[in-house]
């Protein structure tokens, strides 16, 4: 066997082992990966790829310059800037807005979510949209009186519609970008297939508006009534000068600002008024003693934080690690023989020597009328704390409290939303223009939101995702080696030989469907990378445009509709549609093939084919 021939029969062995594990999962991600390269770098050392036989195109500096990639580069930025703008919960209003703008009509409520998360993708990373708006579709569920089964599905894939409208709508449109310059091809711009994308995007929202709910499952959604947290527990609600409470009206035991919340008890000096509050007005300092549950303390605390932070006597105004960005709610239990129990929270001095606050205590569901700062703690307590993360999981072993480590939530830094809003604005806006090239402005914007205190270092570093870093790594690696050894050609060839003299709209169809079904086996990223060369190779062989063919990896590669594992989102909404693995196939496949007609009818000729 020729060295050549060799080389590239290397390179399709280590592809087909590397799709098999990256399918499977057997192996971690990350591992897999490694192992591509370290194969890659060991078979171009030995065997070089050289034309004259002096330097090796495939060297340890081509193979790994994939980690330098301006495409991931610029995905690692946006997904900063992604996880800032969730944190903050700058996206809360829009949803609320879009929620609201449907009342009273549940086709209305339906199309305008689903429009608004076509929108919001387009110019935000996929998997923020989707964890934003789980909430919002379970809300609509609820009004509409359907299961989240019905809804959690069509959210993960409207996010993937309109991720295929603009160039950083997806990481994956920007990697095929990328793969276009490495082969020597004009990269996209911002809106270069926005137009059938839109198309695409539009027939894909009709199909979920009308034919996608009589194949969408219908399940009992007993894990998620079963993991509705309705605990309360006991907390105390400062009001403040600015407090949006102080406008309330008692409606018995309840605010109407805050309707699902029970007031037990409110506080004033020394006076206390109990239920039903006739003809109270609240005044500053008042103290509300409330039974509330978690998720309604962490909506009190979201608008402002401060109010849940019970007050002891001359404590320094907004003193405490507790007082800074980046919080988390976390729950713990008093533990039977801690030094605890038997004192109060101010006797322990619990903020101080843990550097966390307790907002709120459950005590088996015993309702107890008196401030959080005079209880005190018996065995088997329950502790809602705040406080950054590293305190909270400083409580790790600790042998007076047991951390419920899975409990640890985000509370929204609201204070910073419109600086997180306005430097997304401005990240989108100068690539959208083109004044400045995507990475260049994903990284500024990304070291913005960390130096203008939106998102902590640490924070920053756990939103970028490893597994993508060296993954992307790696299909690039893979990609240049199937350039080099004439690979993608051989397939581009192989791929002609099968059609014939068959027209050029024929064969970019073809294409599509074949992307388009792969991306499900493996993830959208590898499939995109994989594919850009040998899209380039049919095109230069069937004198095509380069340019349609590169557009049908970006949307094909996207269509990962049928399989719970090709996309992020898809994975996210499992849970809380409680989805099987054939619930995507059902309800995917048709998209899919949906997607592939429409393609194929317009591409051809919004191309000139």
Request: hydrophobic share 55%; proline share 5%.
């Amino acid at each position: 066997m020729e060295i050549a021939t060799f080389q590239m029969a290397a390179v399709f062995a280590l592809i087909v082992a590397s799709l098999a594990l990256y399918a499977t999962e057997k192996v971690p991600l990350e591992v897999t990966s490694l192992g591509v390269l370290c194969g890659l770098l060991i078979i171009f050392y030995i065997f070089p790829v050289s034309d004259d036989g002096s330097i090796n195109k495939l060297n340890a500096v081509r193979l790994f310059s994939g980690f330098a990639n301006p495409a991931l580069i610029a995905v690692l930025g946006l997904l900063v800037v992604g996880d800032a703008l969730e944190r903050t919960g700058a996206l809360d209003k829009g949803a609320a807005l879009v929620l609201a703008m449907g009342r009273g009509s549940s086709s209305g409520t339906m199309i305008m979510a689903l429009s608004a998360i076509l929108v919001v993708s387009a110019v935000l990373n996929n998997i923020p949209v989707v964890v934003i708006f789980i909430p919002i579709m379970q809300a609509i569920a609820l009004r509409l009186g359907k299961r989240p089964s019905r809804l959690m599905m069509p959210l993960s894939f409207a996010a993937m519609l309109g991720g295929m409208t603009t160039l950083i709508g997806s990481s994956t449109n920007l990697l095929v970008s990328s793969g276009l310059v490495q082969l020597g091809e004009a990269p996209f711009g911002f809106f270069d297939f926005t137009v059938p994308g839109l198309v695409l995007a539009a027939a894909g929202l009709f199909y979920l508006l009308t034919a996608a709910p009589a194949l969408l499952p219908d399940h009992e959604d007993m894990a998620a009534s079963l993991a509705r947290d309705s605990r309360r527990f006991i907390a105390q609600i400062t009001i403040t000068e600015k407090s949006r409470l102080k406008e309330a009206e008692f409606e018995g035991g309840r605010l109407s600002a805050i309707p699902d919340v029970m007031i037990l008890m409110v506080q004033r000096g020394e006076h206390a008024f109990v239920p039903p509050f006739d003809n109270i007005t609240l005044e500053d300092e008042d103290i509300l003693i409330v039974a509330a549950t978690r998720d309604s303390l962490a909506e009190i605390s979201k608008a402002d934080p401060n109010s849940l932070h019970p007050k002891y006597p001359d404590e320094p105004e907004g003193s405490g690690r507790w007082n800074i960005g980046g919080q988390v709610l976390a729950e713990t239990m008093v533990k039977p023989g801690s030094s605890l129990i038997g004192r109060t929270l101010e006797e322990i001095g619990f903020r101080y020597q843990y550097h966390c606050i307790v907002v709120g205590i459950q005590r088996r569901s015993h309702l107890l009328r008196r401030r959080m700062t005079e209880i005190r703690l018996e065995a088997g307590d329950e502790l809602l704390l705040q406080g950054h993360r590293e305190d909270i999981q400083a409580l790790r072993g600790n042998h007076d409290v047991l951390l419920m480590e899975w409990s640890a939530a985000n509370i929204p830094a609201t204070h910073h939303a419109f600086r997180a809003g306005a430097t997304f604005f401005a990240v989108v806006g100068l690539a959208a223009t083109g004044l400045m090239p995507i990475a260049i402005t994903a990284v500024t914007g990304a070291v913005a939101m960390v130096a203008t205190g939106v998102i902590g270092v640490r924070d920053a570093m756990r939103a970028l995702d490893r597994q993508l870093v060296f993954l992307i790594a790696a299909a690039l690696a893979l990609g240049a080696a199937m350039q080099e050894t004439g690979g993608a050609d051989f397939l581009a060839e192989t791929m002609l030989s099968v059609f014939g003299d068959a027209p050029i709209s024929v064969v970019l169809s073809a294409f599509f469907l074949l992307v388009a079904l792969l991306s499900n086996v493996l993830s959208t990223k590898a499939t995109a990378v994989l594919f850009t060369p040998i899209a380039v190779g049919v095109a230069h062989a069937v004198n095509a445009p380069v340019e349609p063919f590169a557009v049908a990896v970006v949307f094909a590669a996207n269509c990962s509709f049928a399989s719970p594992v090709g996309y992020q989102t898809n994975l996210l909404v499992m849970g809380p549609g409680h989805y099987r693995f054939i619930d995507f196939v059902r309800a995917g496949l048709p998209l899919i093939f949906l997607l592939w007609i429409v393609f194929s009818l317009f591409g051809p000729w919004y191309y000139g084919l």
